[in-house]
């Protein structure tokens, strides 16, 4: 059975930096791209960004390139995948859920079939 566990999220000023993390547990995550989404209230699960299984390639959504710095990583030794957010402003408030892809499209929501449970992210203006 695959397991996702988000960490890192909390409330923090506007401005402010976040490091997220995701753990798997249960399947080879090598093999597998990886992606953040996030959903605010009300709102659908969006795509943040999403990074192969190499780490040779990276994904970013159109809305967070110019918005914050971010950056997506992996470290296959610890099965973990890592989200970078600086600079961050209330509009990212969200729930962000770390995925496991199981297509390369890995910027459509439809492309995971494995989830974590999510963690919250807080921007206070």
């Known amino acids: 059975q695959v397991q996702l566990v988000e960490s890192g999220g909390g409330l923090v000023q506007a401005g402010g930096s976040l490091r997220l993390s995701c753990v798997v547990s249960?399947?080879?995550?090598?093999?597998?791209?990886m992606g953040w989404f996030r959903q605010a209230p009300g709102t659908e699960r969006d795509f943040v960004a999403a990074i192969s299984w190499s780490g040779g390639s990276t994904w970013y959504a159109d809305s967070v390139k110019g918005r914050f710095t971010i950056s997506i990583s992996r470290d296959n030794a610890k099965n973990t995948v890592y989200l970078q957010m600086n600079s961050l402003k209330p509009e990212d408030t969200a729930v962000y859920y770390c995925g496991a892809a199981s297509r390369d499209t890995v910027w459509y929501l439809r492309s995971y079939d494995n989830w974590g449970q999510g963690t919250q992210v807080t921007v206070s203006s």
């Open positions: 249960g399947r080879t995550f090598s093999r597998y791209a």
